[in-house]
């Protein structure tokens, strides 16, 4: 198995940032702004925010917006985690993706466990691509 080339120029992708809520507003964009400043300290550029109700179809109409933006490398949604009857979020991304890596959730829950301890075997992770675009789905807390 070959390894990743670490000699080469590092890429800056252009990613979007989608918190699923039906609680927070742009004044209480705390995480999402978390992960904006992620992307910029990694180099990355956050080309498109918003906030989307915690609806299957309200999800999939703007992930599908964004989809279809050839300046948008990556998709990350943040939010809709849990034990909930509106619990939506991984229902509305799955549907869209191409392929999927159930690899990264494991190692992503293992990690949020050390954080926040039984808790995380309740919140959802997911990565994936659709058309083109590499797509995340995290949960919404800072410390998972």
């Not at 490398?73 to 229902?91: D, E, Q, W, Y």
């Not at 995380?120 to 058309?131: C, E, K, N, P």
Request: with cysteine; hydrophobic share 40%; net charge neutral.
């Amino acid at each position: 198995m070959s390894k990743a080339k670490t000699d080469l120029p590092a890429v800056r992708l252009n990613a979007a940032v989608l918190t699923i809520s039906d609680r927070r507003g742009p004044d209480d964009y705390t995480y999402g702004d978390y992960l904006a400043a992620g992307l910029t300290d990694s180099g990355h550029y956050c080309v498109q925010r918003a906030i989307s109700i915690d609806n299957i179809y309200a999800i999939r109409a703007l992930l599908s917006q964004w989809l279809l933006d050839p300046e948008i490398n990556v998709i990350i949604c943040n939010g809709g985690p849990g034990f909930s009857h509106k619990k939506s979020t991984i229902a509305a991304v799955t549907a869209l993706l191409a392929q999927g890596s159930t690899g990264f959730c494991e190692p992503f829950r293992y990690l949020s466990y050390q954080y926040i301890g039984s808790s995380a075997l309740q919140s959802d992770s997911l990565a994936g691509t659709a058309y083109r675009t590499l797509l995340f789905c995290v949960p919404v807390s800072g410390a998972a």
